[in-house]
């Protein structure tokens, strides 16, 4: 009996609005992607591939946030043509630094940007958001850059149909376990109880504090926890910069809750 050949795996990455970061983390697994190769077909990979070819995905890695008209437009594209949508890091899970924008007067910091606006409608700015505002996704892959062992898992889940376990512990929690010098008790103001965990508390374990890279945990009270850290001692004005690094999104909808009680 002729033994059918196994159909690989068609994979996929594309970018929206960012600094092209999470794509490195992907090519950045070579080790892991070259073993992988009999499994899977990297169809489009804009950094390596000259030729890219389109859909449809297996699985396709998304990162970058939507910040443009052309950038929903590829979205939607994507989407249809992807059986699995993977929103991948910061920009694409939270929204990231470009949603900043969302703290000032949008248009004026649109026009301080561009000067000029740009006559074409695919690169007229909108207003920046993480994918999930617009589409369904199967898997959120958060960080900025997001861990190269979370793209392994989940390229893992699907060819294995291994179960994901999804890490919804603080940054604490592991950095507790590490036995850490907490920086909080050191007099640096780290955002360590309020964000989301999984990243084996990479910063604080290097005396850098928590930025919340990984966006706010589901059941983060944000309230008490500024005013924890303002009780401390730590710049007000300073800690709500640092907290809307990443997630602009998710403070000021916590900030419209606080008011609205
Ligand atoms: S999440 Fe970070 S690394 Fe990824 S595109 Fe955005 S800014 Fe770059
Ligand atoms: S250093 Fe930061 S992450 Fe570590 S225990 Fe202290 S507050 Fe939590
Ligand atoms: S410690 Fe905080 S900022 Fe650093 S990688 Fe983890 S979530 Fe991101």
Same mark, same amino acid.
Request: aromatic share 8%; proline share 5%.
């Given at each position: 009996m002729v033994k059918q050949k196994e159909k690989k795996l068609r994979v996929g990455v594309h970018s929206l609005t960012g600094c092209a970061g999470c794509q490195l983390s992907i090519y950045f697994i070579e080790d892991i992607l070259l073993d992988l190769l009999d499994k899977i077909e990297l169809i489009a990979a804009p950094m390596i591939k000259g030729a890219n070819i389109d859909g449809p995905y297996d699985i396709l890695f998304v990162e970058g946030s939507v910040s443009s008209q052309g950038d929903l437009e590829n979205l939607k594209k994507w989407?249809?043509?992807?059986?699995?949508?993977?929103?991948?890091?910061?920009?694409?899970?939270?929204?990231?630094?470009? /949603?900043? &924008?969302?703290?000032?007067? %949008? +248009?004026?910091?649109?026009?301080?940007?561009?000067? #000029?606006?740009?006559?074409?409608? $695919?690169?007229?700015?909108?207003?920046?958001?993480?994918?999930?505002?617009?589409?369904?996704?199967?898997?959120?892959?958060?960080?900025?850059?997001?861990s190269k062992d979370e793209i392994v898992q989940i390229l893992k889940h699907v060819l294995q149909g291994r179960i994901l376990r999804v890490y919804d512990k603080a940054v604490c929690h592991a950095c507790s376990l590490?036995?850490?010098?907490?920086?909080?008790?050191?007099?640096?103001?780290?955002?360590g109880p309020l964000c989301n965990g999984g990243c084996q508390a990479l910063c604080p374990s290097f005396n850098h504090p928590c930025t919340g890279?990984?966006?706010?945990?589901?059941?983060?009270?944000?309230? /008490?926890? &500024?005013?924890?850290?303002? %009780? +401390?001692?730590?710049?007000?004005?300073?800690?709500? #910069?640092?907290?809307?690094?990443? $997630?602009?999104?998710?403070?000021?909808?916590?900030?419209?809750k606080a008011k609205e009680k």
């Open positions: 989407r249809e043509e992807a059986k699995i949508l993977v929103s991948l890091g910061a920009c694409a899970t939270h929204g990231c630094m470009q /949603s900043m &924008k969302h703290m000032m007067d %949008e +248009k004026q910091v649109e026009q301080t940007v561009y000067n #000029k606006f740009p006559s074409e409608k $695919n690169l007229q700015p909108i207003t920046a958001v993480p994918l999930h505002n617009y589409i369904d996704v199967e898997f959120l892959i958060p960080g900025c850059p997001p590490k036995e850490n010098y907490c920086l909080l008790d050191q007099g640096i103001e780290c955002l890279c990984r966006g706010w945990l589901d059941d983060a009270n944000i309230g /008490s926890g &500024k005013k924890l850290l303002e %009780e +401390k001692g730590f710049n007000i004005d300073m800690l709500v #910069k640092r907290m809307t690094k990443y $997630n602009a999104l998710q403070f000021l909808e916590h900030e419209k």
